[in-house]
């Protein structure tokens, strides 16, 4: 019997979104979450960036905001987990409600606006959980203040506290939930981003007289035209950026979709997204020759859907709305989808496959 849909998902899904979230955080925290037996899948081990990541299947950025539940969740069989988005100052995000199921549609909108304790409040949780027996690839998905002059500042500030502790950074300049932020993905602004992101990336590293630099990656919209793409790929080559997450969730609104909360305000996470967001990575792929590594992310909920992603060209894949719906387990249960397709198709790695639909 599966515990979630049996116990969990009636309760949670009768409260309101953000409270089931809290909810299922204190239950992390708690270790009552149930536990899944997890194969070992040699084809699905995968190295990026010097990292040794045991599964191509992360977390997204938006579930453990403030690095309260690292552990647990590596322990859901996730491959990787991104904590964040968190800012440099605490702030409380935009009014409740701001987190919406559209449950026919299995997709979720939210207006969070980056509610974040703050630069300091993360960094006890994560050098705990470093300085004890954490272990386990940890992304850093750092943004600004909606009341910050200075976006720049803030994303540097991000860059130079987490260098040192993170197995990545991300550069969040998608959001559609912050006034003003996607509009840093514009070439110029992008440019000037990325060079102080990157020498403060560097100057961390110097500082602690570490010999390696932790990547650096940004994380784009999937409401991109073909000209902005162009630009940001010319940008992620020129600038050394070490990746591309590939994408953020989309303030379209697919005509398609059922449920009545599709007119909420805010972006739009889960099925809707998988294609236009994997369009997105592929053209990425594309423009980059390959040559930019790519995370690849939206509307992932099964193994076929993560091989999708791959084959367009992500190295690495992050799932989030398929947790709401396919509960803690979905991570393993995806790794076991995505190991059989792999096999399936002929592929003995990860590596092997990626980028296979443009050859």
Not at 68 to 91: H, S, Y
Request: proline share 6%; hydrophobic share 40%.
């Amino acid at each position: 019997m599966d515990i979630y849909r049996a116990i969990a998902a009636p309760f949670l899904f009768n409260i309101r979104a953000e409270a089931a979230h809290r909810f299922s955080i204190w239950a992390l925290k708690l270790g009552l979450a149930p536990r899944y037996r997890r194969k070992r899948h040699e084809n699905l081990a995968t190295e990026l960036w010097g990292v040794r990541f045991p599964n191509p299947i992360g977390l997204a950025a938006g579930f453990d905001k403030d690095c309260e539940v690292i552990a647990a969740l590596l322990a859901l069989g996730f491959g990787f987990v991104e904590a964040g988005t968190v800012t440099p100052r605490p702030q409380a995000g935009n009014p409740k409600p701001r987190l919406f199921r559209l449950t026919e549609d299995r997709a979720v909108i939210n207006r969070l606006g980056f509610n974040s304790g703050g630069h300091d409040e993360f960094y006890r949780h994560l050098n705990s959980w470093r300085s004890g027996s954490g272990s386990g690839p940890i992304g850093i998905n750092v943004g600004k203040n909606k009341d910050s002059d200075d976006a720049v500042a803030d994303y540097v500030a991000g860059v130079r506290r987490f260098a040192a502790l993170a197995d990545y950074l991300v550069v969040n300049v998608s959001s559609p939930n912050t006034p003003g932020l996607r509009d840093l993905q514009s070439k110029i602004r992008l440019q000037e981003l990325a060079a102080a992101a990157i020498d403060a990336r560097n100057e961390a590293a110097e500082n602690a007289g570490d010999t390696g630099r932790c990547p650096l990656l940004i994380k784009i919209a999937p409401d991109l035209g073909e000209s902005e793409l162009e630009d940001i790929a010319q940008v992620a080559l020129e600038s050394g950026i070490d990746g591309i997450i590939a994408t953020n969730t989309t303030i379209a609104r697919p005509p398609e979709l059922q449920s009545p909360a599709a007119a909420e305000a805010g972006g739009l996470s889960g099925r809707p997204l998988f294609e236009p967001s994997t369009r997105v990575l592929g053209d990425l792929y594309r423009l980059t020759g390959g040559n930019v590594p790519l995370i690849g992310a939206g509307g992932v909920f099964s193994g076929r859907d993560a091989y999708e992603k791959i084959i367009a060209g992500a190295s690495l894949v992050q799932i989030y709305t398929s947790l709401v719906y396919r509960g803690p387990g979905v991570a393993a249960r995806i790794c076991d989808e995505l190991a059989a397709c792999l096999a399936a198709e002929g592929f003995a790695t990860v590596s092997s496959a990626v980028g296979a639909r443009h050859r």
